[in-house]
């Protein structure tokens, strides 16, 4: 007879929000984890610690480049690394040791170690063998290395050991232009680093629309980030001082010293020593585990969820995978909306979207109209000195008033993005979004005024 109605293995977003989730639902619950603390890699060595930091180095940027505009002298400030490094640590305990309370609380059995399928219905971890009805799989993923280099963590990095050096460097390559690298880049070079970008595509953060690309790079620029885009990273030297890194441009090969290389080129499933070819779990050519449309693998008895199936790399997209997954068990109908799935970039300003890019709606030849409104014309935005062109950006049915996708570029572009992310989950239309009311000022009302604008006209601008 099985231990467990459920196994859930992987203590990350997906896998602790599963467990929560399946005990609430009555199902004896079982969360797996081989690491000494709950959370994955989010709470870990990913969102959460990037974000303590990020906050920090707000704080030391918003002093310096806008406190002359307020009459407030910032000379003189002294940045204590490792007492930041340490009150970051805190901020991780706190929250992993939050998810533990929360196990607790919902009689989630926690078990330590590295878990390995014996069968369909079995797991070896350590010592134990576990038994369960079903199994959720949510080991996450892990960051992609060159082979030519490597990561060592101390002069080659992945964001795990960005995110955990003993002092500030002078100089940071960073290889790959998208989330990650932009925002641990944006990081450092608030704290003094010169910080240079390698990025092998033309634009960055691809995954975005084309205008935010060209406007955060702007705005990058500005900040003081340089950027070396069509450019392939070819090798990498280590050396007593540092690190060169040579790379190939259209105007030839380029050397880059720095003290540090950090590598950001993506991320890959994370399934080592599971044994899913004893249990007869198939997966893709690139290592991705293949689900069906309500996360059930090749076998019945076993489920997947977030970044080692696909898709976006997301948090939040991996929870709700898992709430669906767990609802699938007791016959309801939940479905994953992938159009609602929002992602955000956490540097300053923010960078948000959700929904279809407009390349997307160009190529499948749907009618749509674009609807932009500047932060610049927001009262709240002018109120706190705003000077950078943010923007938000709707595309919308032609035919409905219905929202296909939305961007955002501005301060609390995180926070904003909620409002359109519901738009689209529910089927709005921009009527709906412009009868709303926004308190003012807020930032805010630039959503506002940008549905007016699809409906009718703008009052502010």
Same mark, same amino acid.
């Given at each position: 007879?099985?231990?467990?109605?459920?196994?859930?293995?992987?203590?990350?977003?997906?896998?602790?929000?599963?467990?929560?989730?399946?005990?609430?639902?009555?199902?004896?619950?079982?969360?797996?984890?081989?690491?000494?603390?709950?959370?994955?890699?989010? !709470?870990? $060595? @990913?969102?959460?610690?990037? +974000? =303590?930091?990020?906050?920090?180095?707000?704080?030391? &940027? #918003?002093?310096? *480049?806008?406190?002359?505009?307020?009459?407030?002298?910032?000379?003189?400030?002294?940045?204590?690394?490792?007492?930041?490094?340490?009150?970051?640590?805190?901020?991780?305990?706190?929250?992993?040791?939050?998810?533990?309370?929360?196990?607790?609380?919902?009689?989630?059995?926690?078990?330590?170690?590295?878990?390995?399928?014996?069968?369909?219905?079995? !797991?070896? $971890? @350590?010592?134990?063998?576990? +038994? =369960?009805?079903?199994?959720?799989?949510?080991?996450? &993923? #892990?960051?992609? *290395?060159?082979?030519?280099?490597?990561?060592?963590?101390?002069?080659?990095?992945?964001?795990?050991?960005?995110?955990?050096?003993?002092?500030?460097?002078?100089?940071?390559?960073?290889?790959?232009?998208?989330?990650?690298?932009?925002?641990?880049?944006?990081?450092?070079?608030?704290?003094?680093?010169?910080?240079?970008?390698?990025?092998?595509?033309?634009?960055?953060?691809?995954?975005?629309?084309?205008?935010?690309?060209?406007?955060?790079?702007?705005?990058?620029?500005?900040?003081?980030?340089?950027?070396?885009?069509?450019?392939?990273?070819?090798?990498?030297?280590?050396?007593?001082?540092?690190?060169?890194?040579?790379?190939?441009?259209?105007?030839?090969?380029?050397?880059?010293?720095?003290?540090?290389?950090?590598?950001?080129?993506?991320?890959?499933?994370?399934?080592?020593?599971?044994?899913?070819?004893?249990?007869?779990?198939?997966?893709?050519?690139?290592?991705?585990?293949?689900?069906?449309?309500?996360?059930?693998?090749?076998?019945?008895?076993?489920?997947?969820?977030?970044?080692?199936?696909?898709?976006?790399?997301?948090?939040?997209?991996?929870?709700?995978?898992?709430?669906?997954?767990?609802?699938?068990?007791?016959?309801?109908?939940?479905?994953?909306?992938?159009?609602?799935?929002?992602?955000?970039?956490?540097?300053?300003?923010?960078?948000?979207?959700?929904?279809?890019?407009?390349?997307?709606?160009?190529?499948?030849?749907?009618?749509?109209?674009?609807?932009?409104?500047?932060?610049?014309?927001?009262?709240?935005?002018?109120?706190?000195?705003?000077?950078?062109?943010?923007?938000?950006?709707?595309?919308?049915?032609?035919?409905?008033?219905?929202?296909?996708?939305?961007?955002?570029?501005?301060?609390?572009?995180?926070?904003?993005?909620?409002?359109?992310?519901?738009?689209?989950?529910?089927?709005?239309?921009?009527?709906?979004?412009?009868?709303?009311?926004?308190?003012?000022?807020?930032?805010?009302?630039?959503?506002?005024?940008?549905?007016?604008?699809?409906?009718?006209?703008?009052?502010?601008?």
């Amino acid at each position: 007879m099985a231990e467990f109605e459920v196994a859930i293995i992987g203590s990350g977003p997906a896998g602790y929000v599963g467990a929560i989730h399946a005990a609430q639902k009555g199902l004896k619950t079982c969360l797996i984890e081989k690491g000494d603390a709950l959370g994955g890699t989010c !709470l870990n $060595v @990913g969102c959460i610690p990037s +974000k =303590a930091l990020l906050h920090a180095s707000e704080i030391i &940027s #918003a002093l310096e *480049e806008e406190g002359s505009d307020w009459g407030i002298s910032a000379k003189g400030m002294d940045v204590n690394f490792s007492k930041m490094m340490h009150k970051k640590q805190e901020i991780i305990d706190k929250l992993t040791g939050g998810i533990d309370y929360l196990m607790k609380k919902n009689k989630v059995e926690k078990i330590i170690g590295t878990a390995t399928f014996l069968d369909a219905k079995t !797991l070896q $971890v @350590g010592d134990r063998v576990v +038994k =369960a009805e079903r199994f959720i799989i949510a080991t996450g &993923s #892990a960051p992609i *290395e060159l082979p030519f280099l490597p990561f060592d963590e101390k002069r080659i990095l992945s964001s795990t050991g960005a995110l955990s050096l003993t002092s500030i460097p002078k100089k940071l390559i960073v290889v790959g232009g998208g989330v990650i690298g932009l925002e641990l880049g944006s990081f450092y070079k608030r704290l003094g680093t010169k910080v240079e970008v390698v990025e092998f595509l033309e634009k960055i953060i691809p995954e975005y629309d084309e205008d935010v690309s060209s406007v955060y790079q702007r705005i990058l620029e500005r900040q003081g980030i340089a950027f070396h885009l069509g450019a392939k990273v070819t090798g990498g030297e280590v050396h007593s001082k540092g690190m060169k890194v040579t790379a190939s441009t259209k105007e030839g090969e380029k050397t880059f010293d720095a003290d540090h290389v950090l590598v950001c080129i993506g991320r890959k499933p994370y399934a080592e020593g599971l044994g899913l070819d004893k249990a007869g779990v198939k997966v893709s050519d690139r290592g991705f585990v293949e689900v069906d449309g309500n996360f059930r693998t090749s076998v019945d008895s076993i489920f997947a969820v977030g970044d080692v199936i696909g898709g976006a790399m997301l948090a939040h997209k991996g929870s709700h995978e898992a709430i669906c997954a767990i609802d699938h068990f007791l016959g309801k109908k939940t479905k994953m909306n992938y159009a609602a799935v929002p992602g955000v970039i956490y540097s300053s300003p923010e960078v948000a979207s959700v929904g279809a890019l407009e390349k997307d709606l160009k190529e499948k030849g749907v009618s749509y109209k674009v609807v932009k409104f500047p932060f610049t014309a927001n009262s709240r935005y002018v109120a706190i000195g705003g000077k950078d062109p943010c923007f938000v950006k709707y595309l919308v049915c032609k035919e409905t008033n219905k929202l296909f996708g939305a961007s955002i570029i501005g301060p609390h572009a995180g926070e904003l993005i909620g409002e359109p992310t519901l738009a689209i989950s529910c089927g709005l239309t921009l009527d709906k979004l412009a009868h709303t009311i926004h308190a003012h000022p807020t930032f805010s009302e630039a959503l506002h005024e940008a549905a007016l604008g699809g409906i009718s006209s703008f009052l502010h601008m």
